[in-house]
């Protein structure tokens, strides 16, 4: 099975700023016959389900603000989120498709 | 636009057995793999298992042993059911479909239906 792991637990960042978040894998998830890296990110607010970010690592989801970005290949991935505006507030999950599935165990993103 | 509704008892006993059942409308409901996964409380998410739409399943090895999913492909609904539920399966329970085919980057979620097992 593959293991995600996810740093920080949670950050708090001014309005504004920048949010960055890691995700590691126990093993890659970059398929090399199509190069692909089968990650994604989600965001997930209370009483909602979660929202697809990011897919194939770096791909934006349609209506997803470019404020939201994602990088990394292999074993190795952040999400990064610039100009952080209160409805950031959330908590933030990769996930990888590769083999079968599992999640990251979150990350929790406040306002300082 | 592709929409996921969800629905199912709620509140269940210790060795009862979980049934829940997700309506898909709008999109194609063959050539796709249908989810369900689930979020304990205070924790993160858990994929339970796939189906696609010919009936074809994947299962959580954890829970493989309890878990049943089928698919009524005339109704364009699939279903799960959980057996011997403890209160470890007190969660909220989310269908999922890929947002595309080949991809399984959940782009649609059911509303979520909550499930406590307690005597």
């Known amino acids: 099975d593959i293991v995600m792991t996810q740093s920080p637990d949670s950050l708090a960042v001014s309005l504004g700023d920048r949010a960055t978040i890691n995700c590691k894998s126990s093993?890659?998830?970059?398929?090399?016959?199509?190069?692909?890296?089968?990650l994604a990110w989600y965001q997930k607010k209370p009483g909602q389900p979660p929202k697809l970010l990011i897919y194939?690592?770096?791909t934006r989801e349609s209506g997803v603000p470019d404020r939201f970005s994602g990088s990394g290949s292999g074993t190795d991935f952040t999400l990064t989120i610039n100009n952080l505006q209160a409805e950031d507030v959330a908590v933030y999950y990769c996930?990888?498709?590769?083999?079968?599935?599992?999640f990251g165990p979150g990350t929790k993103v406040e306002i300082k | 636009q592709v929409q996921l509704q969800q629905w199912g008892a709620g509140l269940l006993k210790p060795s009862e057995t979980l049934s829940l059942t997700c309506a898909v409308y709008?999109?194609?409901?063959?050539?796709?793999?249908w989810y369900w996964i689930r979020q304990s409380p205070g924790k993160g998410l858990e994929w339970i298992g796939k189906?696609?739409?010919?009936?074809?399943?994947n299962y959580n090895a954890s829970l493989e042993s309890r878990v049943i999913m089928s698919v009524d492909t005339s109704k364009n609904q699939f279903s799960l059911r959980l057996t011997s539920v403890t209160a470890a399966d007190t969660a909220v329970y989310y269908c999922?479909?890929?947002?595309?085919?080949?991809?399984?980057?959940?782009?649609?979620w059911g509303q979520g239906t909550l499930v406590t097992v307690s005597s």
């Open positions: 999922a479909r890929g947002r595309a085919r080949g991809t399984a980057a959940f782009g649609y």
């Open positions: 709008g999109g194609s409901f063959s050539g796709y793999y």
């Open positions: 189906i696609s739409h010919s009936g074809n399943t």
């Open positions: 093993q890659s998830v970059l398929y090399s016959s199509n190069n692909k890296n089968y």
């Open positions: 194939w690592a770096s």
């Open positions: 996930q990888q498709y590769y083999s079968l599935f599992s």
